[in-house]
């Protein structure tokens, strides 16, 4: 064993445990993640909370530069599109200027995910709170997205995301059959969701393309490696980025 492998950097919310878990399985063999958290006041899901974290991005991120990704994702949904819409990658370009290494925003991610499946109308299923998702949903009909419809789980704090499973996200899903059948695909958003285990299930049972927070921003973060994960799960990872 050495440590002559690629590697993909990812700095998270103190409280996200998802991406830890969901990435590593669909990895390629030569690729590894280098993970560093941010620092935030509390895990309250809130915008002013969440955009909090910000203010520990230049930090975060030179201390995760030592480790010498290729590529550095700042992987929450909401602390970057609730800087506002066109704003979703200032946190990115923050990153870029300290570290010298390219970065992107899941919120970025989830962008071009929707757009290289050709998703005009999106079903759109969160953890958060109603002020959360208002936001969500103005980010989202900012880049041409029309958002058919939104159900939510309401949670209050990052502990209750956590103790989410992926059987429950499907759950949530699937009720939503028929209105989701009619729409161009499902996005599930939020980085600390478990969703990658259900979504190649989904798309069979509701016949559209899923598009979860992880599951693009690892799309993305191996397309800017170019290397391709045949492994990923979705129509999503049969895509070039």
Avoid at 31 to 55: F, G, I
Avoid at 135 to 156: K, M, N, P, R, W
Avoid at 180 to 200: G, H, K, P, Q, Y
């Amino acid at each position: 064993m050495d440590h002559n492998v690629r590697r993909i950097g990812v700095l998270a919310p103190p409280a996200n445990v998802a991406v830890e878990r969901e990435w590593p399985r669909y990895l390629p063999a030569d690729v590894v993640m280098n993970h560093n958290r941010l620092s935030r006041p509390s895990t309250l899901v809130a915008k002013d909370d969440l955009l909090a974290m910000n203010a520990s991005v230049e930090r975060a991120a030179r201390d995760l530069a030592f480790a010498k990704p290729e590529v550095i994702a700042y992987a929450c949904t909401s602390g970057s599109f609730l800087e506002g819409s066109g704003a979703e990658g200032a946190v990115a370009r923050q990153i870029e200027a300290v570290t010298g290494v390219a970065a992107f925003t899941t919120s970025e991610a989830v962008v071009a995910a929707l757009k290289a499946l050709r998703a005009q109308s999106v079903f759109m299923i969160t953890p958060y709170p109603d002020a959360v998702n208002a936001e969500e949903v103005a980010f989202l009909t900012h880049y041409g997205f029309e958002v058919a419809g939104v159900d939510a789980f309401g949670c209050a704090t990052s502990a209750e995301i956590r103790a989410l499973t992926s059987d429950q996200v499907a759950g949530l899903a699937l009720r939503h059959r028929a209105r989701i059948a009619r729409c161009d695909a499902l996005f599930v958003s939020c980085t600390n969701l478990l969703t990658m285990n259900e979504i190649e299930g989904l798309e069979v049972g509701l016949g559209v393309p899923v598009v979860s927070s992880n599951q693009a921003t690892l799309w993305m973060a191996l397309g800017r490696l170019g290397v391709h994960a045949p492994a990923g799960p979705g129509r999503l990872f049969r895509l070039a980025p």
